[in-house]
Nanobody, 116 residues
Framework: QVQLVESGGGLVQTGGSLRLSCAASGSIASINTMAWGRQAPGKQRELVADISRDGITNYAGSVGGRFTISRDNAKNTVYLQMNSLKPEDTALYYC??????????WGQGTQVTVSS
């Protein structure tokens, strides 16, 4: 089992920045890829960025160039630096981990609200 706890969400104005953190615990060695997803009201959950254990990253087109995902394997923590935030970035942001066996874990989420 893997437990994920997010922090760092909040209210920010358009153009502002936030940094989300996700601390992982439990069967850490089983985790390969970590990612951030989000779900806005009335919309499906989407992955916005992921990072492999080796540091290879991928981003959704909607956040590329504005968001940066990173991880500190020594601290079992993954980060999402969000810059130039827009109202459409408002959502519940989830940390997610994918194990080498294909099992996916989700955190409880942290709310990000961008005011116009």
């Amino acid at each position: 089992q893997v437990q994920l706890v997010e922090s760092g969400g909040g209210l920010v104005q358009t153009g502002g920045s936030l940094r989300l953190s996700c601390a992982a615990s439990g069967s850490i060695a089983s985790i390969n890829t970590m990612a951030w997803g989000r779900q806005a009201p009335g919309k499906q959950r989407e992955l916005v960025a992921d990072i492999s254990r080796d540091g290879i990253t991928n981003y959704a087109g909607s956040v590329g160039g504005r968001f940066t995902i990173s991880r500190d394997n020594a601290k079992n923590t993954v980060y999402l630096q969000m810059n130039s935030l827009k109202p459409e970035d408002t959502a519940l942001y989830y940390c997610t981990a994918l194990s080498y066996t294909g099992r996916r874990y989700w955190g409880q989420g942290t709310q990000v609200t961008v005011s116009s």
